[in-house]
């Protein structure tokens, strides 16, 4: 009669190589190849053939230990700086990325287990006690302190107060906007220009307040322009622009 025997089981091919590095008590950096490839092919040999998704991944494992075996045996390569390439660096590099998520899963899980197992309590207490501050009392406060600490204590918070305060930006002027719009101006333009025959451009101008002021006046002189409600005419060259209301 056979003998039965189970085998453990593994979530992949790298759980099965880091259970035999482990088992053997190896350096992950330094793993002695054909002695892992030759129990890594028992461990094949003997799964169950019915699963092939899972039995294709450990082939291919498989595959990629024997050709680092070859490679093992064969004169070894050199990068660019002229130094060895150790055909295990890939397989290594995975190895230890994969250890590392194992271990934070194991981590997550006991993280889990102990969340469940705790418990708390919601906070019955009243507003009113919840509210309460005891009483300060003063003369236990000022206990120890002088006129001349208390001079020190407002002497430095004075001088924080100085250090904060820019001694440029502090002395601008406060800026203001003007606040002239468009309409108005509009309704300047028309009463300044009414029943004159003529106005001189400059003279528009130079009755506005502020640069803000000129430019919105030129814009209303030109909207007055556009819509035909007024006619600008010059006799010569940079004389004075003349504005008729039609």
């Known amino acids: 009669m056979a003998i039965e025997v189970k085998l453990e089981a593994f ?9 035999l590095i482990e088992k053997n008590k190896v350096d992950i950096y330094d793993i002695p190849i054909v002695e892992i490839t030759d129990q890594y092919l028992e461990y094949v040999n003997a799964l169950d053939t019915k699963d092939l998704d899972v039995v294709s991944e450990f082939l291919v494992m498989a595959a990629t230990l024997l050709d680092i075996k070859c490679k093992m045996l064969l004169p070894k390569e050199k990068d660019e700086n002229d ?6 660096a890939e397989l290594v590099a995975k190895l230890i990325e994969y250890k590392t998520y194992k271990y934070m899963s194991v981590k997550l899980k006991d993280m889990q287990l102990y969340a469940g197992k705790s418990l708390y309590k919601i906070p019955n207490i009243p507003k009113e006690v919840a509210k309460y501050e005891e ?23 004075i001088k924080r107060r100085e250090d904060k305060i820019d001694p440029v930006r502090s002395k601008f002027g406060k800026i203001e906007k003007e606040e002239i719009s468009l309409p108005d101006k509009i309704s ?44 600008v005419s010059q006799e010569h060259t940079f004389d004075d622009i003349i504005i008729d209301c039609v």
């Open 135 to 157: 009483p300060v009392d003063l003369d236990k406060l000022l206990i120890g302190i002088d006129m001349e600490k208390l001079k020190l204590v407002f002497d430095s918070v």
């Open 188 to 231: 300047y333009v028309k009463k300044s220009v009414a029943g004159k025959k003529k106005v001189k451009f400059r003279q528009l101008l130079e009755k506005s307040e502020s640069k803000q002021g000129v430019i919105v006046t030129f814009l209303a002189i030109l909207e007055l322009i556009k819509s035909g409600k007024l006619k």
């Open 11 to 19: 979530e992949g091919p790298l759980d099965l190589l880091l259970h």
């Open 83 to 88: 130094e060895e390439i150790d055909p295990r």
